[in-house]
């Protein structure tokens, strides 16, 4: 069949996988292959849809004028609108912003919420910016992008280095260019919003929050709970530092952190303690109730959950060996590798894959959604109780499917979303 000869070449192209794309796809492949999908739609899911870059000019705090270059990346839109966040980063380009669109389109069709997938983002590495030039960039991208993105259609949210004050530049640029009696019905073109200007409560740790729930399911189902373990972080940005700080408050003790700056050790790491440095500090470095580590000294610490909620693939062939924890959830998008992934089943550690462990961002920004476009404005505690509804809905389909096919977390978190996408095309067909 078309997808194994497929599957085939790409094992042999990318073994290891060369780029994020690659590891992707031989993620895809894999989970075609297991489940049997029809290779006609196996081949519409296996390309994206509309790939824009866009390159822009904006001026400096100097005077001078860059050239910035910016992209969006849109999979799939069966289940509904594109939705996906923006990074501001220096390794954004076209492979991994279409890496991380196809991830949405599954995470999306896991936890049954009406979107499809789309990433995008700009190469910059935002500390080399003022705060004005930042704005002035999100501004230049968000009119580049200008009908590419839209409320019913293309919906942007925060990602790695971008905020919700980057989202309400995009709204008001957005909006701006809009004609005025159409401006009201338009606030839900961004999710992740402040909540002043249409945010939803709870948004900020969504993403968190989700990852806590993964943890504490996994957890109970091995008749255990989070009371006394011990966990280490990688990332202590909004997915780490929230992830950290809800399970510190459910029982468990933190004793390994690193971000860009550094690593960190000690007994017991106070989350909340460590926020205020790392919001004063930039940094976990040089947090003094805790010692410095290295790179491999944090991999190998000993604990029972490692989360990994920085950038992609850190969990690869090398540095799965090190690590010494029964499992690993995962914050980030696309964390491990698929020589990562196949040496952590060896050794017996779990993992919680990322298309459904860092969902709740996007459940959560649907939510934001649905109350802009009917004009509401939920309570925190109907965010969480559906937040956690959606989550483990999810996370029944993925055992269910792991139990079914007899495969990998991954694999059947994949076959849960390829099963739902490939009823919609069976319904509807291909056009014309
Ligand atoms: P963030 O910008 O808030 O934080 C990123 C963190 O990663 C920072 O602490 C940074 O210092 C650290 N980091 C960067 N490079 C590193 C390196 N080489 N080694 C160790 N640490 C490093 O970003 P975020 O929003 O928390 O996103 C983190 C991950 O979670 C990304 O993979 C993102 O795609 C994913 N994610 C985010 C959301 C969301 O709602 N924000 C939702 C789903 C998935």
């Given amino acids: 069949m078309t997808h194994r000869v497929e599957s085939a070449v790409l094992e042999k192209a990318g073994t290891p996988p060369q780029s994020l794309y690659d590891m992707c796809r031989t993620q895809y492949w894999h989970a075609v292959d297991a489940v049997g999908l029809d290779p006609a739609i196996a081949r519409i899911l296996g390309s994206t849809t509309n790939e824009i870059i866009v390159h822009f000019p904006v001026q400096m705090d100097d005077g001078r004028i860059e050239v910035l270059t910016g992209y969006r990346v849109q999979h799939n839109n069966v289940l509904g609108p594109f939705k996906g966040g923006l990074r501001f980063h220096p390794s954004v380009d ?11 389109t599954w995470k999306s069709a896991i936890v049954d919420i009406p979107f499809g997938g789309a990433k995008g983002g700009i190469q910059l590495e935002p500390s080399l910016y003022s705060r004005k030039e930042l704005e002035r960039i999100t501004r230049r991208f968000t009119f580049a992008l200008n009908g590419n993105i839209g409320p019913e259609y293309d919906i942007p949210a925060p990602d790695v280095n971008t905020t919700p004050q980057v989202m309400a530049w995009i709204l008001d640029t957005f909006l701006t260019m809009m004609p005025p009696m159409e401006r ?15 945010g939803c409560v709870g948004r900020d740790k969504a993403t968190g929050q989700g ?5 504490e399911r996994w957890l109970k189902d091995r008749g255990s709970s989070l009371r006394g373990k011990i966990f280490t972080v990688q990332g202590f940005g909004n997915v780490g530092s929230w992830t950290a700080r809800l399970l510190q ?32 500090r930039g940094s976990v470095a040089g947090y003094e109730p805790a010692i410095p580590i290295t790179h491999e000294e944090f991999l190998t610490t000993e604990a029972d ?16 060996p090190l690590l010494s924890v029964d499992l690993v959830a995962e914050g980030a998008n696309g964390p491990t590798t698929p020589e990562g992934d196949r040496l952590l089943r060896d050794r017996g550690i779990d993992v919680i894959p990322d298309i459904l462990c860092n969902a709740g961002g996007v459940v959560v920004s649907y939510f934001e959604w649905l109350q ?23 996370y029944d ?35 014309p």
């Fill in 249 to 280: 408050g459910l029982g468990a003790t933190l004793i390994a952190v690193e971000d860009a700056g550094g690593a960190i050790a000690a007994d017991a790491i106070d989350a909340e303690a460590l926020l205020s440095h790392v919001r004063t």
């Fill in 305 to 320: 959950v490692f989360i990994p909620a920085a950038l992609e693939a850190q969990i690869t062939e090398e540095t799965a």
């Fill in 184 to 198: 009201n019905r338009s606030l839900h073109v961004v999710t992740g919003k402040p909540l002043e200007a249409g």
């Fill in 372 to 394: 802009n476009k009917r004009s509401e404005s939920w309570e925190l505690e109907e965010v969480d109780r559906k937040l956690r509804c959606k989550l483990l809905a999810g």
């Fill in 94 to 104: 076209l492979d991994e912003v279409r890496a991380l669109a196809t991830w949405m």
């Fill in 211 to 215: 990852v806590v729930h993964c943890i």
């Fill in 397 to 431: 389909r993925m055992e269910q499917a792991r139990r079914e096919y007899g495969v990998d977390p991954r694999t059947a978190a994949h076959i849960v979303a390829l099963k739902r996408l490939e009823a919609v095309y069976e319904q509807r067909g291909i056009f």
